[in-house]
């Protein structure tokens, strides 16, 4: 049985901050913004805080890469401090995740770390059926970065002196609305907007190259890679591209849904929560690094497949293909170029817990020595 799964986000507004943000706030009196410090001071915060006005009650702007959850716990704090509804969540992934996982431990009553991990785990929770009494606060997102954090109804928050990256999973996590304003993406730096974009392709390439797949995801999975392959290079050529950047916003979008029809993905998702959780790489540069490895070793079973990630792209090959992508986007591809030896590698795989993304791989990943070997191609 194939089983289709939507999530409890209820509208996705494509409109600049100050006309999209204002309808969503409309029916509640209280709006924390979280954002992060080097968002806060900067044009965009400044228009979203405008279009919360007199509603806006606290603000959290300390929410730092990879949402740990010394951070995750304070925003909790003060989302029940300030009585807020609704948290506006401006930024990229981290921002965003981090306000799914405060949210939740609000709904919960968690109040310490080791509850808060002990309520996900490192594999996560189900999904609850998002079809019962709402629960406050809800999220309005304005992502910044192209990682769609916004459409996903899981989170990742990590605990800095484990090294360790959890998933938490909640059908009401997902916002209840974002909104996508392409004026947004403008503060953020190439590398991190380029980067996320490729974590877009990560999305929709491992899904495309699953050995479960769906006629639903191969159709936005497909139509994701090809908005990616000509919306991503023309930001790069220039970056005051509005209408590049906005067919990216909506590429991203694409790039998740194949989830909702049950295709999960693989080893590159799961390496980078572990190079993520262990070494702080930046979700986006993790699918650079990752993809095309994985693809080179997932090429046995299902070369078929990425021979058409070669076509789009441009490339002899699914890998050849995503690494001459990725570095004409100036972006890295191997691990020496983030600081990790070839000495590092077998006890990163070592992280490995048995579980999924990396247990999903469509080539099974059978071992830690596996994982090992997958590293080792991104050298």
Known sequence: MTLHSWPAQQRVRHAAVAEGVPPEIEDCGKVLLATTRS??????????????????????????????????????????????????????????????VACFAVWNGITDGPALVASAGTRGAAAAAWDRVEPSPRIIAVPTTLSAAEFAPHAGFTDLAAGRKYRSTQAMQVPRAVVLDPAATLETPAELLL????????HAVERWCAAERAPFSDAVSRQALEMLAVALPAVHRDPGDLAARGVAQQAMWLSVMGGWAGVPTGASHGIGYILGGARGVPHGITSCLGLPAVMQWNAPVNADRQADIARILGGATGAEALRGFIRGLGLPTTLAEVGIGQEEIDGLAARWDGGPPIATNPRPVRSVADVAEILRLMT
């Open 39 to 100: 968002l806060a001071g900067g044009r965009i915060a400044a228009a979203v805080r405008a279009a919360i006005g007199a509603k806006l009650v606290a603000e959290h702007a300390a929410m730092r890469a990879h949402s740990p959850v010394e951070d995750v716990l304070a925003l909790a704090a003060l989302l029940r401090e300030s009585g807020a509804e609704r948290v506006v969540a401006l930024g990229g992934g981290s921002v965003i995740d981090g306000a799914k």
């Open 195 to 202: 980067s996320s974009g490729i974590r877009a392709v990560d």
